[in-house]
């Protein structure tokens, strides 16, 4: 008998990839660009699109996104990421469209548990992923639990304390928008993945700007390996996987003080991370995991309509 289907979507500050997933296995997938400027109902009418032709196919429904989601409400924690309205009804919006059962979590904790299931996490107990993409996001399985907190911000690796000065969030001074910020500043028009490019090819303003993100991951994988001593630490995300900045990031670790590293790997299921984990989560297999975060009246109220 084969595998019932589930259709997993990852909405990230970029890209929304939607896909059909069995035991782990992507089946069929589509991919478009975040409408950035769009409401969250346009997302949600664009996740019907990229389904259609799907119903019927899946019997349940798995979400990772950008933001934190609580109680099933969906929040921004940096609208400069995506803007995100406070406490979007996610779950409610998202079953009614697609008229199945919904899970939705954050992007970097289900690609956490889609690497610890599926891909680079398999056969150890403790994993830190981390996403280097638009923004900078993060998740923790310890000890086989996917650790999403109380509020689901457990792993929010972008909105720990930047170590700049008049910088708040550390996310501001490495991710992919700020790799893209950096070059236009130094009169240069593109993306993260022409910086590391650039970089690639020996441009000196390319190669300062992807080895200061990278020396600022650094520093805080050496903090975190203090804090959870995982077995691995996953680096994920379209910059994060792009070769040159893993490169810069490995001989930028060998710099900074730390315990016995742990092993630094690229995600094994690449760019398809959070849609396993969104896939997998919807189907349950998270039986070890912190249940969903027990809010008080109050808090959930946050979720709006
Ligand atoms: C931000 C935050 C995280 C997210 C991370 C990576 C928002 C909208 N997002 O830190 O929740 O995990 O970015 O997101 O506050 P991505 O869109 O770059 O994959």
């Given amino acids: 008998m084969s595998a019932p289907l589930t259709l997993a979507v990852d909405l990230g500050g970029t890209k929304t990839l939607a896909a059909l997933v069995a035991d782990g296995r992507i089946v069929d997938s589509r991919a478009e660009r975040t409408a950035r400027d769009a409401t969250a109902e346009d997302w949600i009418a664009g996740i019907g699109r990229l389904a259609d032709g799907w119903h019927g196919r899946f019997e349940r429904a798995g979400i990772a996104v950008t ?39 954050n992007d970097a904790q289900a690609a956490a548990w889609g690497e610890f299931r599926h891909g680079a996490g398999r056969g150890v107990r403790t994993i830190l992923f981390m996403t280097v993409s638009t923004g900078f996001g993060g998740g923790v399985v310890i000890d086989g639990r996917l650790l999403v907190g109380r509020t689901g911000i457990a ?91 893993l490169k810069r990031l490995r001989t930028k670790l060998a710099g900074v003080r730390s315990h016995t590293p742990a092993a630094l790997v690229p995600a094994a299921l690449g760019a398809d991370a959070g849609i396993v984990g969104a896939a997998d989560l919807a189907a349950g297999h998270d039986f070890h995991a912190t249940e969903e975060p027990e809010l008080s009246k109050e808090e959930m109220g946050r979720c709006a309509g």
């Fill in 67 to 105: 933001g934190v989601v609580a109680g099933g409400c969906w929040s921004a924690l940096n609208p400069g990421v995506l803007a995100v309205p406070d406490g979007f009804p996610l779950v409610d919006r998202l079953q009614r469209a697609l008229a199945v059962p919904v899970r939705a979590v």
């Fill in 155 to 245: 792993g929010s690796l972008g909105q720990l304390a930047a170590r700049i000065p008049g910088v708040d969030r550390l996310e501001d001074t490495l991710s992919g928008q700020w790799i893209a910020a950096q070059a236009a500043w130094l009169g240069h028009s593109a993306d993260a993945a022409a910086v590391i490019g650039e970089a690639d090819r020996g441009v000196a303003w390319a190669a300062g700007i992807v080895d200061a993100s990278a020396g600022r991951l650094a520093a805080v994988i050496a903090d975190l390996q203090y804090l959870f001593d995982p077995d691995r630490i996953v680096i994920g995300g379209g910059v994060g996987l792009a070769s040159g900045y």
